[in-house]
Each structure stands twice: as C-alpha cells, then as structure tokens.
C-alpha cells in the first residue's frame, strides 16, 4: 500500500494562483487517477477533478489538474483565487484490492 | 440531479450496534457502485466500505472489517451501513458517495453526512 501526502496548508492572495500537491510514498502517480475533492467548512465534500484532470460540469476551469511522473506527485491549480475557494483539498487514488486512499488534506487560506 | 441523504446517525454507547441509511435520488441507482466514508471531528476523510453496483461484492478498510457490514436494497434505491462493536474511534461524520466505476476508481457525488458520536 501507499500514501499520498499534502501539505498541511497552502495560502495566497485574491486574483493569484495556488498549487497543491499531492505526492505519492510508493509505485507510479500514474499508475492509478487521482481525484481531487473540496470541502468547505462545515460542508460535504465535492469534486473538483477526477481521472487526473477532467472537471465535473459546474466547477470552473479555474480549477485544473496534472500529474508530474518526475516528482510522482499530482496537483491541483487553482487560478484568479476567490476567497469562496477557501477550503480543505483532499486527494485520492485507488490503492489495489479494491481500498482506496485520501492525502491527509490541505488547508487553503485565501488573504 | 443527484441526491444522496444519509441518516441515522447518533450517540450510542461503547459495544452497541447503529444502523446508517443513504436514500438515493436523481439516478439509476442500481447502476452503481456506492461508498461509505467517513471524518473524523478535525481529521481527514477516511474510506470506509463499497459495495459493487448490484451488492455482488462488498469490500472493507481494515479499521472495521468485521465489525461494519455495507449493504443495498436497489428496489428502495437505498444504502446501508451496520456498525457493530462501536468504539469511540468510530467517532465520525459518515457520508455515502457514489462511484465513479473502472478505470477512474473515485468518488463522484456525495451526500450531506450523518454524525455518529460513540461514548458512554
């Protein structure tokens, strides 16, 4: 088995751009998608990006994903910050076996 | 549009037993696989059990294998989760998911949460 392991909080200003990582402590990134969920306090959560960087209808190309196979990690950018992007991140792939896996989750403050 | 409403949630004692139900709406039910998760007060999100489209398989975290059992009744498009054994570690806000299905293996919509609390 594997983790995926994020930064415990990311923060940046209205109008920039922020990255989140999400790297991977054994096998191949690529081996399995990585889905990406955010959770605003007191909220469920949602999805924001499935299969490395597909959108669900309604959410904003503001929101993309990739994967880096050099650094075995995924991210998440989120461009033109809005302060109603302040929330918990959480990653996710498929571990094997039928288990699956969440990073630990970033926090992002938008100031 | 798809909703997923979980409930049966609650404070129960050490040992005892609770059952979660997850009411389906606005999709062919039956077409898919469906998850429980679950967070912890303050923590992060945790995977809990999935049960396959048509309750043919059934898989579990280690955390609580052989103490939870997932289950669906698609004729009352309906989710399940029997908690036995509860411990306070159980402590959680449950939420049921739908999922994605081969190749991608993720969570597409999720419900509001229902809050289990174990103590005595």
């Known amino acids: 088995n594997f983790m995926l392991t994020q930064p415990h909080s990311v923060s940046e200003s209205p109008g920039k751009t922020v990255t989140i990582s999400c790297t991977r402590s054994?096998?191949?990134?690529?081996?399995?998608?990585v889905q990406w969920y955010q959770q605003r306090p007191g909220s469920a959560p949602t999805t924001v990006i499935y299969?490395?960087?597909?959108?669900p209808s309604g959410v904003p190309d503001r929101f993309s994903g990739s994967i880096d196979r050099s650094s075995n990690s995924a991210s998440l950018t989120i461009s033109g910050l809005k302060t109603e992007d302040e929330a918990d991140y959480y990653c996710q792939s498929y571990v094997s076996s039928y288990h699956w896996v969440f990073g630990g989750g970033t926090k992002l403050i938008v100031l | 549009q798809v909703q997923l409403v979980e409930s049966g949630g609650g404070v129960v004692q050490p040992g005892r037993s609770l059952r979660l139900s997850c009411a389906a709406s606005g999709f062919t039910f039956s077409n898919y696989g469906m998850h429980w998760v679950r967070q912890a007060p303050g923590k992060g999100l945790e995977w809990v059990a999935v049960i396959w489209y048509d309750g043919s398989d059934k898989f579990y975290a280690d955390s609580v294998k052989g103490r939870f059992t997932i289950s669906r009744d698609n004729s009352k498009n309906t989710l399940y989760l029997q908690m036995n054994s509860l411990r306070a570690e159980d402590t959680a806000v449950y939420y049921c998911a739908t999922e994605f299905g081969s190749p991608i293996w993720g969570f597409d919509s999720w419900g509001q949460g229902t809050l289990v609390t174990v103590s005595s």
């Open positions: 299969e490395d960087n597909q959108r």
């Open positions: 054994s096998g191949s990134i690529a081996s399995n998608y």
